[in-house]
């Protein structure tokens, strides 16, 4: 057993079925809790049979029906391009997972640039989106594509300067140092250390920032436009079917939870809680607050509309990009003179 | 050859290459006949550069199903089953125009609990298409919510409409001189006694408060959203005098601050006997268009809950032959129908059926002004606007 462990490659190996493993069941956790809160939200019972009991097993029903439909490629499609175009958003997706710490030691690697690493792992994603659109040989997938990629150079802005306030703060870039960082004391009441996540440091509007950035990144609602299926039918998605198109769908579950593990990491505190062992466990608490803004992305799905491009390109530069760098000049003022 | 061209030739060969001109054609952009938003096979051919459109064909007729030429082979008591196809979401509605044109040629008195019946159904047809409506317009700009809010209220009405008359969306129920006695009375009974059925008034009474209920939540929900706000205000107007030439007509024509109603003008069916408000808007935009209709929603509940309280008893139907013949004339009658006004012109020559009937729908001449709206606009925008004009393709292709 020891030898698997102590070489590199079969570690590796594990080390990435074990990500992909959980990955896809979270996806699909997520998935099911979409559709059940969304139902609830709209006085609906949402899926009840499958499964036998609440309609649990409705989202691996839906994955096998899926993986049953043909994979149609277009006529005219660029054929290498469209097909690769889903496993570039997935990996993107799952790459972030590296760096996410469960607990001190349930990490796949704590990078010093983990944060550095975890925003642009999660911009590859949009490439993927890109050469979807570009390759299915379709007006509205077109179209679909090119606001995605409008919509990560207005937003992949905010989304790093936001993390840079809390970088700063805590004065390094790896994701357990900033949880670390969190869980030392910021002051002393009588005898207990308190300490707090940087949410409560100052670092609100930064995480407000954050989850709006992260919305538009993931292309949810409000922020959606890219598939926008009453204006672009399903957007890059248009012409995606079968297993390519369970792919840009796993990875976009898998990119909420990539996007709220981030956020809890840097803002709520990862997997510190205080008055529990992180070591055992970290990884609910980590997922208890995943749960949370997940949830919160749900929600505000469930009751927006969606902005339109332009907007949504002035609301980026004229507001959170002026509010991320004052963030960050106040953070930085903070850092200094205390 | 001019300067430029001589500055070209001496550059070298990479800056040759750079300095040419992008080349940008626009985008031709089918829109439909398959897409989402288009209610139907309404199909829109854009000219669009990037997303601005430079010009767009609205192009009709997918859906043509030559009522007009199919009513000349019918008599008049079968077009009652095509009229009210016309227009799905408001299907009895449509009947109603057809009916009053023809019992006006044959100089028949329609006795007045069939006139209230109809007006009834009518302002409950109204308000069930515009539920419709109500919840379409968010969907389209991405809130899914709405949808599911309204149309849980629209159910109700449409229940009670099939109680009255055995069919959701397509009554049949009027007959010419009344309307037909109630569903529940089977063919087995000779002498039909019954009409509305048990418990009407009070039923009634109770899906109008949810209907109002519903109306207040969205008030809240949709028209206080900040997005919904943004993504309508100022979208898609139509000035008044644009939507006067365009024949506009209905909430559209409401909304850009025109106050015509015909339930006030013309006298089709007792309206004069109730207290209702003609609702107008201002600005003529999506915006207005929406909370028009939404105000009106809860004025024909009011209408309802009047004449379910006032209807007075007595027949159904008038005394009329039993093969019914027109005499020889002609008629136009129209209506406030829920998209719009919608007339009917009968040419009679004796016969029992229509020499030529021609139809005048509502979402035709509303879909007209479409070329004029959208230049310039954006594709976003123009789901949005397209949304907000309320219409069924049924009703544009007859």
Request: aromatic share 10%; net charge negative; glycine share 8%.
């Amino acid at each position: 057993m020891s030898a698997i462990l102590d070489n590199f490659w079969s570690l590796l190996a594990l080390k990435i079925l074990l990500i992909t493993g959980v990955m896809m069941t979270v996806s699909l956790v997520i998935i099911f809790a979409e559709l059940k809160i969304s139902a609830h939200m709209q006085s609906r019972v949402g899926p009840y049979f499958a499964g036998g009991r609440y309609g649990w097993a409705q989202p691996l029903a839906d994955g096998l029906k899926f993986i049953q439909k043909e994979d149609l490629v277009p006529a005219d499609a660029d054929r290498p391009v469209f097909k690769f175009a889903p496993m570039v958003v997935l990996a993107g997706t799952l790459a972030v997972f590296v760096i996410v710490p469960f607990s001190p030691d349930l990490v796949v690697r704590n990078l010093d640039l983990g944060v550095f690493y975890a925003l642009a792992a999660g911009s590859i994603g949009t490439v993927g989106v890109l050469m979807a659109g570009w390759s299915s040989a379709n007006k509205y997938s077109l179209m679909g594509g090119l606001r995605a990629a409008a919509q990560l150079i207005a937003y992949e802005l905010p989304l790093v300067l936001a993390v840079v306030g809390v970088v700063i703060q805590a004065g390094t870039m790896s994701m357990v140092g900033i949880v670390e960082a969190q869980a030392a004391p910021v002051f002393h009441l009588g005898d207990t250390a308190i300490s707090l996540p940087y949410i409560f440091q100052g670092q609100f509007i930064g995480f407000i920032i954050f989850m709006i950035a992260a919305l538009a990144e993931l292309n949810r609602t409000p922020f959606d436009m890219p598939i926008a299926e009453s204006e672009l039918v399903m957007g890059y998605l248009t012409e995606y079917s079968g297993i390519r198109f369970t792919m840009f769908f796993l990875g976009e579950y898998a990119g909420i939870f990539a996007m709220s593990a981030i956020a809890s990491t840097l803002f709520l505190g990862g997997y510190y809680f205080p008055g529990l062992d992180s070591a055992t466990f970290g990884p609910l608490v980590l997922m208890g607050k995943v749960g949370l803004l997940v949830f919160l992305i749900i929600w505000l799905r469930w009751t927006l509309p969606r902005l339109r491009e332009d907007q949504l390109q002035s609301f980026a530069w004229k507001w959170l990009i002026p509010l991320a760098l004052v963030n960050i000049a106040v953070t930085a003022t903070f850092k200094v003179v205390f | 050859m001019t300067t430029a061209d001589r500055q070209t030739l001496s550059m070298h060969h990479s800056e040759v290459q750079v300095s040419v001109e992008l080349q940008t054609p626009d985008m031709t952009l089918n829109l439909g006949p398959q897409h989402p938003s288009t209610h139907g096979v309404l199909r829109l051919v854009a000219r669009v550069d990037g997303e601005v459109i430079k010009e767009l064909e609205p192009v009709v007729g997918y859906m043509h199903r030559g009522y007009e030429k199919l009513a000349e082979v019918r008599t008049y008591p079968q077009i009652t089953a095509l009229v009210n196809r016309i227009d799905w979401v408001s299907g009895f509605a449509n009947e109603i125009p057809f009916m009053v044109a023809t019992e006006r040629l044959m100089d028949i008195e329609v006795p007045e609990r069939a006139q209230y019946i109809r007006l009834i159904l009518t302002e409950m047809a109204r308000i069930s298409n515009h539920l419709v409506f109500l919840s379409s317009l968010p969907l389209e700009l991405g809130a899914a919510t709405p949808l599911m809010h309204a149309l849980r209220e629209r159910e109700r009405v449409l229940d009670l409409i099939e109680g009255v008359t055995g069919g959701r969306f397509h009554p049949n129920f009027n007959r010419i001189g009344g309307v037909k006695p109630a569903a529940a009375a089977g063919a087995t009974q000779k002498k039909v006694v019954q009409d509305l059925p048990q418990g009407f008034v009070e039923q009634t009474k109770s899906a109008m408060e949810y209907v109002r209920e519903v109306c207040a939540d969205m008030v809240n929900l949709v028209l206080g959203n900040e997005i919904f706000m943004q993504r309508t205000k100022g979208v898609g107007v139509i000035p008044a005098d644009k939507a006067l030439a365009f024949g506009v007509s209905g909430p559209n024509l409401r909304a850009s601050g025109v106050p015509f109603d015909l339930r006030k003008t013309d006298d089709y069916l007792p309206y004069s006997n109730f207290d209702f408000d003609v609702v107008t808007g201002s600005n003529g935009d999506c915006f207005d268009r929406y909370a028009v209709r939404l105000e009106e929603v809860v004025q024909a509940s009011r209408i309802v809950d009047q004449a379910v309280s006032e209807i007075p008893a007595g027949d159904l139907q008038a005394k009329v032959p039993r093969i019914i013949k027109v005499p020889k004339g002609e008629i136009y009658v129209r209506a406030e129908n829920p998209k719009g006004e919608m007339g009917y012109y009968i040419v009679s020559e004796g016969g029992r059926g229509p020499y030529r009937l021609k139809i005048r729908t509502a979402s035709f001449s509303n879909l007209s002004v479409l070329s004029w709206l959208l230049k310039g606009q954006l594709v976003p925008d123009l789901i949005a606007i397209l949304g907000s004009l309320d219409f069924v393709l049924g009703d544009v292709d007859r």
